[in-house]
């Protein structure tokens, strides 16, 4: 079934309601304004609102990373949607230091909670939902760098880690009741936040060549945050119906696996 029409996507999620966590900038914006394009009715939240918010999308105000948070992202989910069928799992990230004993506890505390623990808690009151009506569609974010956990980015490829077993084994969990759980595994791609943080990685360690943060990818260019959205799409949609458990790797090349 084609996607593309006369240079647009079909509404294909017309009738679907769509939370997205991190939708003020970057990746998480790219599928909030794709979900938009194609339909659905779509609730995001971050910390705070910017510009930078698509137009058309409904804003919540919350720090995903305590249990606080969440239930406000839940009370605005029931609020304004009514209930979700598709769960999109954005926000990340995480500050690099000079090396994984450099770490000190209160990042990984932090980097566990945003990366890991964000998604655990909003599952929790949201998924109950999709199994009741035996629909649904959630997609975890997590990192190429679990590919290659270098020291000063420990805590976040730990948390993603972490994030992809879960994912696996909820996948599992939800199968019987059609609820699908997949996740998306991006390489570098252009956001504020990801420019931000290889500046800071480059500042620690100028030469730490590899897979630093001068990294070259095979496809000749960094992502771009439609390039992930394109991938979160698919997956959240009818054509991805067969799929669950599955990490969808998008990268430009720079990590081949079997
Ligand atoms: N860019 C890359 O190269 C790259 C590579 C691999 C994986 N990823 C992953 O892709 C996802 C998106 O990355 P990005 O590069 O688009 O990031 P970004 O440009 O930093 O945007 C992050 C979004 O998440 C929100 N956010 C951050 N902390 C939050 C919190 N505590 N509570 C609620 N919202 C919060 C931000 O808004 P506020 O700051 O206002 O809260 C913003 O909307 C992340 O999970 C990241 O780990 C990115």
């Known amino acids: 079934m084609p996607?593309?029409?006369n240079g647009s996507r079909t509404?294909?999620?017309t009738g679907k309601r769509a939370l997205v966590t991190g939708g003020s900038r970057g990746i998480g914006a790219a599928v909030v304004r794709q979900l938009l394009d194609a339909g659905a009715e779509v609730l995001t939240t971050a910390r705070s609102a910017t510009s930078t918010v698509p137009e058309g999308a409904a804003f919540v105000a919350a720090d995903v990373r305590t249990r606080a948070g969440a239930e406000t992202v839940a009370a605005a989910v029931r609020e304004r949607l009514g209930g979700v069928d598709i769960l999109v799992h954005n926000a990340g990230g995480a500050r690099p230091h000079a090396g994984a004993l450099a770490i000190p506890d209160e990042e990984w505390q932090d980097a566990l909670e945003l990366n890991c623990l964000a998604s655990v808690r909003l599952d929790s009151l949201l998924a109950p939902g999709m199994r009741e009506r035996r629909s649904g569609a959630i997609?975890?974010?997590s990192s190429a760098a679990v590919l290659t956990p270098v020291g000063p980015f420990l805590h976040y490829v730990a948390a993603k880690a972490a994030l992809e077993t879960y994912s696996r084994g909820l996948s599992l969990e939800l199968a019987?009741?059609?609820?699908?759980?997949?996740?998306?595994?991006p390489g570098r791609v252009a956001t504020p936040g990801g420019e931000e943080t290889r500046e800071q990685w480059a500042r620690l360690d100028p030469a730490p060549g590899g897979t630093g943060p001068d990294a070259t990818v095979p496809l000749g260019r960094d992502g771009r945050p439609d390039d992930i959205a394109d991938a979160v799409l698919f997956l959240v949609s009818d054509r991805a119906g067969w799929l669950t458990g599955s990490n969808l790797v998008v990268d430009g090349g720079e990590f081949p696996r079997g």
């Open 3 to 5: 996607t593309i029409e």
């Open 139 to 141: 997609v975890h974010v």
């Open 11 to 13: 509404r294909e999620f």
């Open 176 to 185: 019987p009741s059609g609820v699908r759980v997949n996740t998306v595994t």
